[in-house]
């Protein structure tokens, strides 16, 4: 790469420079700090300040590439269609009739993958601190799981109108916890939970791997936790990505556990099934809570998101090549145009109508191919490896990827930077580990 010959010779120029620098030699101590506080901040501070911490672990990142020898920058052939993808939303800002607008989405987007390759170029020499990051997310999932668990003895009242009530009688109305992610939102929690649970219960495994029965009970123990406050969310998405999480965990244990105890293997699935489901039976609030996701048009939320669906993809046939311009703010102005009266929207409620909507058709068909070729190189990955704690921590993320984005499918709360920043860390995990 010639971008690599130019970082070569600026190292060559400034090796004297990172020799004698007791900043230099820290620097990947403070990028280690910058992206921990990403994750802690997630939890109480608002979005542009969580941003902002964010750009400073990239800014530190652009340092130690400069100066730090031996840098280099190398690429997986998913991130070619990831490259691919943010070329064509570049395309789509300057095509955008609402430049300023979609300006700020850009910024956005930006950050984002930007802060993808910092973690990657930290990972790529410093692999034994994933657990640690993994750890981090899992702390900052148990303590949201902690006030949302709090929150429903406190039987807190809804900020908004959180779910259809009109045909619920009152003990079936849910307490919908909401924790400390701004801004307060069940819906956001609940797709907080889908990004970070898999962190939880892959720690477990990981520290039980490694003979620390201690570690691994307490992680267990809090995702189990936090798994229950899922539920308290009352977000019907969320209750979805959830079983993505399951199934995943299902498959992967399968690799170590059907050739040989094959029947307990069975009946622990088996019992974990029959546990979910007279749960679900007995809980009125929650039996009702997950009918309503069939009910179709008999619940309104339901008839909501049909009616953003149809606006949106109204919105998509007419500019299907290069979209509208990324951003939420820039999605709201153009959808007065075409929006059902009475059912404004703050995006279109699928993650992948939204890109279509926002930059095209080539850009969702970039997307997806970086999602698909990640996630079969991972399966590819999982399946042959016989490094089991290497098989771990590629399946901890592409569990909590395949969730958020089966998720997605029904709610927007992907783009949140407290879910984007743990599902780019994810992707990066998986991008590094795997040979």
Known sequence: MMFNKILQFTQSKTKYLYENSLFLQNIDKLIFASIAAVYLSSTVISSDIIGFIALIAVFLTVIKLIFKPDERLDYKTFELWLLAYFMIVIISLFGSTLFSLSLKGFFKTFTYLAFYLSIVQYLKNNKTKIPYILGIIGLCVSFESVVGFLQNFAHVEEISTWQDVSNLNPEQVMTRVYGTLQPL????????????IPALYGLSAYCFVDKKYRLSLIGLLLALLSTLTLFLTGCRGSYIGMFVILSGMFAVSAKYLWQNY???YLSFVGGIVAFATTAILCVSSLRARVLSIFAMRQDSSNSFRFNVYQSSFEMFKDNWLLGIGVGNKNFREIYG??????FDALSAYNIYLEIAVESGIFALIAYLGFLITLINNAIKFIWKSTDTKSVILVATALISICAVS???FVDTVFFRP???FVFWTMVAIARVVIK
């Open 185 to 196: 939102n069940p819906n956001l929690l609940g797709g907080y939970f889908v990004a970070g």
């Open 262 to 264: 094959k029947t307990i």
């Open 337 to 342: 145009l075409y929006m059902k009266t009475g």
């Open 406 to 408: 089966i998720h997605g």
């Open 418 to 420: 407290q879910i984007q």
